[in-house]
């Protein structure tokens, strides 16, 4: 969603806002814009319509100097994307915030607030924020304005405000939205998520729901909860290396992450495997007592880790014997949840932030589950720290807004669960010991599909033009082909649609002709001649097939049908190795198009908004 950078720094803090804005774009990037206090005491506001570099030449044109200051960069839900409704959001002359999240009761203070005559400049929720605490801070400081507001406040948001009378100094708060504090040496920076500040420093403290933080001169930082006491949070060092923000010698971040998946699943399965058997221990202690309670799962996510889960549900229940429920998190979380005892809950995010599925977990934890566990991807996250266990995916930062490596990385890490409940309730020992040694060549594996890029460039050809596609899969494939749908619609904007091939016939099958491209995962398993038989009802009706297909299954290239060969893999991580292909089609189809890959329109990269 949006991003919020502030600093009160010894420096000049333009460089260390814009950097970090350049940061956080992946996540909004409709509007960005920076306020930073003069040394002559007053706020000087720079804003622009449309990415961080619109925002750069203004500032370019006309620098701002001071050592305070707060920026962000939008991604619109109140108020199309204009300059007007881009961050920060003045009051007068001397009051200036950023905001994250959405205000839920913000029609009832704006009309407050016009009865007191105040102005109002922009459609957004955010500028009631900037005039409440504009007129509380009239009799109060900064601070005590800031905490006074925010308990009228209804729904989520993370703050940085800056008032002109308080030199120096940047209030931050959140609840339901992340912020975390940056501490720096004799500097204090604040932002919705590490990676903004990592060029200033790696040592971060994750600010809790409720808490409000002070920065000021000289690297104060005072940080007090939801009850206004000050408590000390622990400051932990950020464990990703810095390389991950930049695009190397690849032309897209999308890129350099999926070719980032051989070492990113290896580095997830790290100290996780024994000889024979998955390692219950890399779930965190109490986890083998909770795992053999376990009678069932309900896993919850949204986007593309909602297809994880929908991959990991054959699994578990193949492989560990475990009925398993998947939901859209957005829906779960509103629903009249039956828990039958014994269920353990899963989330799955790459971001641990996604507020829909932050809210189930809420939602969950007092519902009567056995207990909780996250599969995610950032170390810190609020999921990561309100679940009773977590499993950690180390795909490092994921700057494409699509999700690859991410997902991938998801998908291992619910392998190894598997494998570690398959253990407490009596797997075969012989299958999961395979199943072990299976996950050790994977990484290598990943490695030979990748080397397919060429040809997987030369088919994305085909679809430049086309309008729709059809993805098919069977089983654990019918997620992949999900996965590969939304890849396509994500990134190219080719309306794409996924169907389990067994239910072609009927109804998608109506829209097949020589302008629907078909395409279709065939692995080397038990499903596959029924899904030769799908294919056969596609090439009857003149579609056109694009098929990734094992080896072994004797099917080739002929009119009507291209196929491109992937090496062996063991039936159980086909899902993982058939992923790849479908990525880099993708890719190759948006680039053919000329969309805006790694930040492709209306998305953002972490929806911190319901
Ligand atoms: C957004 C992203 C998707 C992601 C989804 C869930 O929609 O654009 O790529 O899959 O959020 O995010 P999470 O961080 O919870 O995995």
Redesign the pocket.
């Known amino acids: 969603m949006c991003g919020i950078v502030g600093a009160v720094a010894q420096r000049n803090v333009q460089g260390i806002l814009r950097e970090g804005l350049l940061r956080l774009e992946y996540r909004g990037y409709d509007s960005a814009g920076m306020v930073v206090r003069g040394t002559d005491g007053r706020l000087q506001r720079r804003r622009a319509l449309g990415k961080v570099a619109a925002l750069e030449e203004k500032l370019e044109a006309s620098p701002l100097t001071g050592h305070s200051g707060i920026a962000h960069t939008r991604w619109a839900t109140h108020g199309r994307p204009s300059e007007e409704n881009a961050h920060p959001h003045q009051s007068g002359e001397r009051l200036a915030v950023v905001h994250n999240g959405i205000i839920e009761n913000h029609e009832a203070l704006r009309a407050e607030l016009e009865s007191a005559d105040y102005d109002f400049t922009s459609q957004t929720d955010t500028e009631v924020i900037a005039h409440l605490i504009e007129r509380e801070a009239r009799a109060v400081d900064l601070l005590t304005a800031v905490q006074t507001v925010i308990a009228r406040l209804d729904g989520a948001y993370a703050l940085g405000v800056i008032h002109a009378n308080e030199p120096d100094v940047v209030i931050g708060a959140r609840k339901g939205s992340p912020l975390v504090v940056g501490v720096g040496i004799e500097e204090a920076f604040l932002a919705s998520d590490p990676l903004a500040l990592l060029q200033v420093t790696d040592r971060f403290i994750y600010l809790e729901e409720g808490d409000v933080v002070r920065l000021s001169a000289g690297g104060g930082i005072e940080v007090f909860d939801a009850s206004g006491q000050v408590v000390e949070r622990e400051i932990q060092t950020f464990e990703h290396g810095d390389g991950s923000a930049s695009k190397g010698d690849y032309r897209h971040f999308m890129l350099k992450e999926i070719h980032e998946q051989p070492a990113v699943i290896a580095e997830t399965l790290e100290g996780r495997l024994g000889d024979r058997s998955v390692l219950v221990e890399s779930f965190g202690p109490g986890a083998e007592a909770l795992f053999s309670r376990a009678a069932q799962i309900h896993l919850v996510?949204?986007?593309?880790?909602?297809h994880a889960g929908l991959v990991a549900r054959y699994w578990l229940e193949r492989y560990a014997g475990i009925p398993v429920q998947v939901e859209v998190a957005s829906e779960y979380r509103y629903r009249q949840v039956v828990v039958p005892e014994n269920t353990l809950f899963v989330t799955?995010?790459?971001?641990?932030?996604?507020a829909d599925?932050l809210a189930a977990l809420r939602f969950a934890k007092k519902s009567g589950y056995l207990g909780s566990l996250a599969i995610c991807?950032v170390p810190g996250s609020s999921l990561a720290r309100e679940s009773d266990l977590t499993l950690m995916t180390r795909a490092g930062p994921e700057i494409g807004?699509?999700?690859t490596k991410?997902?991938t990385t998801q998908l291992t890490a619910l392998m190894l669960l598997t494998l570690a409940l398959g253990r407490v309730h009596g797997q075969d020992e012989e299958e999961q010991a395979s199943l072990v040694e299976a996950l050790r060549r994977l990484p290598a594996q990943v490695e030979r599909v990748l080397a397919l890029d060429a040809q997987i460039e030369d088919l994305s050809t085909a679809f430049a033009e086309k309008h729709h596609a059809l993805f098919l899969g069977r089983g654990a494939h019918f997620p992949v082909a999900l996965e590969g749908a939304l890849k396509l619609k994500?990134i190219s904007y080719i309306h794409a649609e996924a169907y389990p091939a067994g239910e072609l016939k009927h109804g998608p099958l109506a829209l097949v002709d020589s302008d629907m491209p078909v395409v279709s995962v065939a692995p080397n398993d038990e499903l596959l001649d029924k899904l030769k038989s799908n294919l056969q009802e596609v090439r009857a009706r003149g579609g056109e097939l694009f098929v990734f297909a094992d080896e072994g299954v004797g099917l080739s290239s002929d009119d009507g049908i291209r196929v491109l060969h992937l090496p062996p893999i063991e039936e159980a991580l086909a899902p993982i190795l058939y992923t790849l292909p479908l990525q880099l089609l993708s890719y190759h189809v948006a680039v053919l198009k000329g969309t805006d890959v790694d930040q492709p329109r209306n998305?953002?990269?972490?929806?911190t908004v319901e």
Do not use: D, P, W
């Open positions: 996510a949204c986007g593309t880790s909602y799955l995010s790459q971001s641990g932030e996604t599925t991807n807004v699509a999700s991410a997902f994500e998305l953002a990269k972490s929806v």
